[in-house]
């Protein structure tokens, strides 16, 4: 099949649309797929909106037919603060979409790699789009469910294609579903018992008039309890700031706690109402109807995404997961979500992995990273 690669300038509005738009094509045949919202997608990729790219060098690329029909695209990034922080020349590559041919995925990631050997990186690891803090990973199993808010979904055939190009299993990112039967799981209500009893442990919610107060102390938490994970890049004041003003429309302030040992902010968790449930058939496109579909099917959302949890280190393992998940089970109900997902969670990360485990069975998706050393 001949077919060329083609480097994609932001500038050049044409080939920036079709390198954002090539999904809706492939995936239009798709039961499952849920297109991303086409002008978030634009502020996403906006080199002055996005303040990922303050600390970033970034390629995009096509692989075009020989009629100039989209057949692909990829992105070769490098997070200059994941090198400086992890110690480690490795870039990226991420918005991998492709049609099922060996020879454009080849090319693309091919074409990645070249990106990066020169610029003197040893190894390449993805799908990543951008970071560990954005959508990541291929995946590998649950393809017969709508994907969570923030969690990407793709054909069967993506692992078979970027592994025949060399790329190996790096690292699988797991996924739970659960649903509410009534009923608070019996093992998280004895263990936030006698966590409660034994620490001065309490949680509060979020609050939306303090809301810049407590995105700083969301940092603070956030950067401390995930230090040492696989992958972790620090976020910037700007990037906390983006993230948090971006998610703030559908954030219910209810499913974002805080923990604390007496006077000590020691946890964070966050859960989203899962909007992918109501974007599907919007096409990416809130004009002239979209808009309107939104409002009215806001009140049909019935499951929630537990995108982030965690605690500092030194109070791990007493029991403080539990507490704010009992708040999870109990809140959720009342405002109208009876199923959800916690994820991604590494697959080697042993205490949430087992704790949730024992309330929502094995895990229903598996994400996959890949790495190929250069």
């Given at each position: 099949?001949?077919?060329?690669?083609?480097?994609?300038?932001?500038?050049?509005?044409?080939?920036?649309?079709?390198?954002?738009?090539?999904?809706?094509?492939?995936?239009?045949?798709?039961?499952?797929?849920?297109?991303?919202?086409?002008?978030?997608?634009?502020?996403?990729?906006?080199?002055?909106?996005?303040?990922?790219?303050?600390?970033?060098?970034?390629?995009?690329?096509?692989?075009?037919?020989?009629?100039?029909?989209?057949?692909?695209?990829?992105?070769?990034?490098?997070?200059w603060n994941y090198v400086k922080f992890q110690e480690k020349k490795v870039?990226?590559?991420?918005?991998?979409?492709?049609?099922?041919?060996?020879?454009?995925?080849?090319?693309?990631?091919?074409?990645?790699?070249?990106?990066?050997?020169?610029?003197?990186?040893?190894?390449?690891?993805?799908?990543?789009?951008?970071?560990?803090?954005?959508?990541?990973?291929?995946?590998?199993?649950?393809?017969?469910?709508?994907?969570?808010?923030?969690?990407?979904?793709?054909?069967?055939?993506?692992?078979?294609?970027?592994?025949?190009?060399?790329?190996?299993?790096?690292?699988?990112?797991?996924?739970?579903?659960?649903?509410?039967?009534?009923?608070?799981?019996?093992?998280?209500?004895?263990?936030?018992?006698?966590?409660?009893?034994?620490?001065?442990?309490?949680?509060?919610?979020?609050?939306?008039?303090?809301?810049?107060?407590?995105?700083?102390?969301?940092?603070?938490?956030?950067?401390?309890?995930?230090?040492?994970?696989?992958?972790f890049v620090p976020l910037t004041d700007s990037e906390i700031e983006y993230?948090?003003?971006?998610?703030?429309?559908?954030?219910?302030?209810?499913?974002?706690?805080?923990?604390?040992?007496?006077?000590?902010?020691?946890?964070?968790?966050?859960?989203?109402?899962?909007?992918?449930?109501?974007?599907?058939?919007?096409?990416?496109?809130?004009?002239?109807?979209?808009?309107?579909?939104?409002?009215?099917?806001?009140?049909?959302?019935?499951?929630?995404?537990?995108?982030?949890?965690?605690?500092?280190?030194?109070?791990?393992?007493?029991?403080?997961?539990?507490?704010?998940?009992?708040?999870?089970?109990?809140?959720?109900?009342?405002?109208?979500?009876?199923?959800?997902?916690?994820?991604?969670?590494?697959?080697?990360?042993?205490?949430?992995?087992?704790?949730?485990?024992?309330?929502?069975?094995?895990?229903?998706?598996?994400?996959?990273?890949?790495?190929?050393?250069?």
């Amino acid at each position: 099949m001949p077919l060329r690669i083609v480097e994609v300038h932001p500038s050049s509005k044409k080939d920036f649309s079709r390198f954002i738009k090539f999904p809706l094509s492939l995936y239009s045949e798709s039961s499952y797929y849920v297109p991303h919202l086409l002008y978030e997608r634009k502020n996403f990729f906006n080199f002055q909106k996005n303040p990922f790219f303050q600390h970033a060098t970034v390629e995009y690329y096509l692989a075009l037919s020989s009629r100039g029909e989209v057949l692909g695209r990829i992105s070769a990034h490098i997070d200059w603060n994941y090198v400086k922080f992890q110690e480690k020349k490795v870039g990226f590559f991420g918005f991998f979409d492709s049609s099922d041919s060996a020879e454009v995925a080849s090319a693309l990631l091919e074409t990645a790699c070249d990106f990066h050997r020169k610029r003197g990186m040893k190894r390449v690891l993805g799908p990543m789009n951008f970071t560990t803090n954005d959508e990541l990973g291929v995946l590998i199993k649950g393809f017969d469910d709508f994907p969570s808010i923030m969690t990407p979904y793709n054909y069967p055939y993506y692992g078979v294609l970027i592994e025949k190009c060399g790329f190996v299993k790096v690292k699988d990112l797991y996924a739970y579903h659960y649903d509410y039967n009534g009923t608070i799981p019996l093992v998280i209500q004895r263990i936030t018992e006698r966590v409660k009893n034994r620490s001065r442990v309490y949680l509060r919610s979020l609050e939306m008039k303090n809301f810049a107060s407590d995105i700083k102390l969301v940092k603070k938490i956030y950067n401390s309890a995930w230090g040492k994970n696989w992958g972790f890049v620090p976020l910037t004041d700007s990037e906390i700031e983006y993230f948090a003003y971006n998610l703030k429309p559908i954030i219910d302030p209810s499913l974002a706690l805080f923990a604390y040992v007496g006077n000590q902010p020691v946890g964070f968790l966050l859960a989203l109402p899962d909007y992918n449930l109501i974007l599907k058939d919007l096409k990416g496109r809130l004009l002239p109807f979209g808009f309107v579909k939104l409002l009215w099917r806001r009140q049909k959302i019935d499951r929630i995404r537990v995108i982030v949890m965690g605690i500092i280190e030194g109070y791990r393992g007493i029991g403080i997961e539990s507490a704010m998940l009992e708040e999870i089970y109990r809140v959720g109900p009342l405002k109208g979500y009876f199923k959800g997902e916690a994820s991604w969670i590494l697959e080697d990360n042993a205490i949430p992995n087992r704790m949730i485990a024992r309330v929502a069975g094995d895990p229903y998706k598996i994400y996959r990273i890949y790495g190929k050393k250069l």
